[in-house]
Every structure is written in structure tokens, then in C-alpha cells.
């Protein structure tokens, strides 16, 4: 199942991906007299919300109706995981990343967080910090907890796990080394827009095989496999939850391919600038794009 946020008079509403459009859930129960969840953290929590879900859309596949469904191009769409609890991210965890950057391969996953303020969504204008001339831009796959996951093995963290987006870890590299704490240069406003969809983990399968890309001004930069990663999706989460609790609505996000500005030749790194187009595109998950705007 592919979830979407979109906005309706500043209102986020939420949807399922269909191929007669988007299923506007809110309208789709009036119709049919059925409660439902009204946003992405109340499927997240509630693990009979899917179920629900799955027995309306069926109805209204079966009782076309055109109040229901809506065309995705005239949405404005909203972050896929709108209200995440922790943001926790993975630094240098797909091998060609860390040897384009003459960095060593890490022992542990190496943890850092972001904060809310950075989430945004598909075709949001993402602003470039005023004072800093060297922000990058880099695919990666979300993973989106779906139960509390505390010591579970690397077995069955995959099963704590509620589903998949994509995201843009932006990063202002200039700003990120200012001193040995990433913090500063990875949690400016925006950093971290989610999206197109949150696919459920049933429909996306083996999320340690997905083509992953990342795309500026059309030209292909990233060009990846999550089979790269160091250390896997399954091992991300099991790792992290020997350390800290994992809650319904967490998101991880777990590292970017080779490709990005940082790991080029010093004179010849193309970084983000006013106007560039960046799209995410990860197999199974559609693709997330944002613009990009100088901040005076």
C-alpha cells in the first residue's frame, strides 16, 4: 500500500495510491459509512488500521466514484511521515560513499539525529542557508518503525518495521565541519524532505535490494544499490534498538551512495545552487523532488 499526505485548505489529509488516483479516505468513509484513520500516525499505530484500509479501498475500486478519487498531479502533497518521533540517521554506510570520501570503513553504524524541523515534503521550495555555499544533496532510503523495538534481533528487526520513503539528507558541508558535531550543517530547515509515498513494508520487500538514485537538473549523479550498504537495513535497526527504545512513527534514515558533491575532486565539486532540481528515486517508492532557493 502506498500512503500520501496532501493538503486541503492547509489541512493534511491523508490517501492511498490507486490506478484510479488518489483515495481521498476521508471522503471515500463518508461514503460508505466506514470510520477510518485520519492520518499517517494513527495507521502507524494501530495495527489493524491496514486491514481497514485495504477492505476500502476495495469498495471503492469496486464503486468508482469520482468524489473519492483525486489526480495526484493536483495535489500539493505533503511529507510522508509528517510528525516522525526520533530522526536518527547513518553516516558513511554504503562502502563506495565511504571510499570516494578517503574515509575508513566504519566498525559500528555511525548514529547521528535530526529534528523535526527539517521534515518537508514532494515539490516543497527548500531554502539554501545564507551563509554557507557548499550544500549537497543525498539519496536515501527511510525506514519507518511500525512497533516498539527494544534488543530484537537481526532476524526480526525487519519485522518491527512499518514501511519505506524516500529522502533528501541534505547536508551544508561548509557548516557540517565547522566543527567535529555534524548537527549544525544537517539540521537546517528542510533538510529532510519525505516522499512521494510511505510504502508499506509488505509491498516493498527486500529493502536491502532497491535501486536508489539521486538526480540534479536531470543529470544523473547517485547511481546505487541498497546491496551496498554496510551495514543493513535489518542490522540498522536491531543495533539501534540494542541502544534505545524504538517507537511507532521513528524514522531511520540510512545512508547515502557514492555520487554526492563531497566526494569529488575538491575543484571539481558541483554543489547545490538557487533554482537546481533534486529528485530521489528509490525502486518501489516513486520519486521525491525539490527545488531549491538561495536564502538572503
Not at 471503492?60 to 483525486?70: H, I, P, R, S, Y
Not at 500539493?76 to 553516516?91: A, D, E, H, N, Y
Not at 539521486?214 to 536491531?238: H, L, P, W, Y
Amino acid at each position: 500500500m502506498k500512503l500520501v499526505t496532501f493538503k486541503d485548505n492547509e489541512r493534511l489529509k491523508l490517501g492511498i495510491k490507486t490506478n484510479e488516483g488518489i483515495l481521498d479516505l476521508e471522503k471515500a468513509a463518508g461514503f460508505f459509512s466506514k470510520e477510518v484513520p485520519t492520518s499517517i500516525e494513527e495507521v502507524i499505530n494501530n495495527e489493524e488500521a491496514l486491514q481497514t484500509l485495504d477492505v476500502l479501498t476495495k469498495l471503492a475500486l469496486e464503486n468508482k466514484n469520482d468524489v473519492v478519487f483525486l489526480e495526484e498531479e493536483s495535489l500539493t502533497l505533503g511529507p510522508s511521515v509528517p510528525k516522525p518521533g526520533k530522526i536518527i540517521c547513518i553516516g558513511l554506510n554504503y562502502k563506495k560513499h565511504a571510499e570516494e570520501t578517503n574515509m575508513p570503513i566504519p566498525e559500528y553504524p555511525i548514529l547521528f539525529n535530526k529534528f523535526d524541523n527539517t521534515i518537508a515534503a514532494h515539490h516543497d521550495v527548500i531554502n539554501l542557508p545564507f551563509n554557507s555555499n557548499e550544500n549537497d544533496y543525498e539519496a536515501e532510503l527511510v525506514i519507518v518503525i511500525g512497533k516498539e523495538a527494544k534488543r530484537v534481533s537481526e532476524n526480526e528487526a525487519l519485522d518491527y518495521v512499518f514501511g519505506y520513503c524516500n529522502a533528501n539528507d541534505l547536508s551544508s558541508r561548509d557548516l557540517q565541519f565547522r566543527t567535529n558535531q555534524w548537527l549544525l550543517g544537517k539540521c537546517l530547515d528542510g533538510f529532510s524532505p519525505l516522499g512521494p509515498y510511505l510504502v508499506t513494508s509488505d509491498e516493498v520487500g527486500d529493502p536491502n535490494q532497491l535501486a536508489i538514485k539521486g538526480i540534479v537538473n536531470g543529470e544523473v549523479r547517485q547511481n546505487s544499490n541498497t546491496a551496498d550498504m554496510i551495514f543493513k537495513c535489518n542490522e540498522i535497526v536491531s543495533y539501534i534498538s540494542d541502544h534505545m527504545t524504538l517507537y511507532p512513527g521513528d524514522i531511520i534514515l540510512t545512508g547515502t551512495p557514492e555520487g554526492v558533491a563531497f566526494g569529488m575532486p575538491e575543484d571539481t565539486r558541483v554543489y547545490l545552487r538557487d533554482g537546481d532540481e533534486v529528485t530521489i528515486e528509490i525502486e518501489k517508492l516513486g520519486k521525491l523532488t525539490n527545488t531549491f532557493k538561495k536564502e538572503v
